[in-house]
């Protein structure tokens, strides 16, 4: 089975950084992503990690650690438009296992 | 560019009713997928086509069904809907080939069943 875990809300204030935590155990892995979904919308797509390490995209950056099953997605300068949910993923062969999403709050 | 477009967008079902929620992608991608999303479960894959003509079950197969007579249309059945299906439904597509493999979404059809 597939178990991928993150908290359920997050609050910080506008400029300030959130860091998301996601640990998975699943029975296959390519790769991790993290999709942003607002509210009402579609999921988009954030980031990927297939190896260890760290992916840098702008204010957006992702860690990955294979042998400990974790990731976290890290938010810089927050701004009042990256209040939505972000979610975990786990890549296995092509399929992917969601988590229930992380929903972050940014205050002014 | 399109990208994938759902159809409806929403909809008011009643119980023991068959409905068919479409799903178009423009972008060749070979591989296209079925999702539903509920509020503190995430999302849930249904069924999925690596290829025309292929399809598999996922993680929550069991009153709905799925073809893939070509590459741009995957339609989600349901046969006689019941009110646990009532979900926000989520088509998606990759290029399987690609080097990152990412998933296009739709815009979703939310659907009730009463």
Known sequence: GQNIDQPTEMTATEGAIVQINCTYQTSGFNGLFWYQQHAGEAPTFLSYNV???LEEKGRFSSFLSRSKGYSYLLLKELQMKDSASYLCAVNNDYKLSFGAGTTVTVRA | TAGITQAPTS????????????CTQDM???AMYWYRQDLGLGLRLIHYSNTAGTTGKGEVP????????NTDDFPLTLASAVPSQTSVYFCASSDSGGS??????GPGTRLTVL
């Open chain 1, 51 to 53: 190896l260890d390490g």
């Open chain 2, 11 to 22: 909809q008011i079902l009643a119980a023991g009713r068959s409905m068919t929620l479409r």
């Open chain 2, 28 to 30: 060749r991608h070979n």
């Open chain 2, 62 to 69: 069991d009153g709905y069904s799925v073809s893939r007579a």
């Open chain 2, 100 to 105: 990152i493999n990412e998933q296009f979404f």
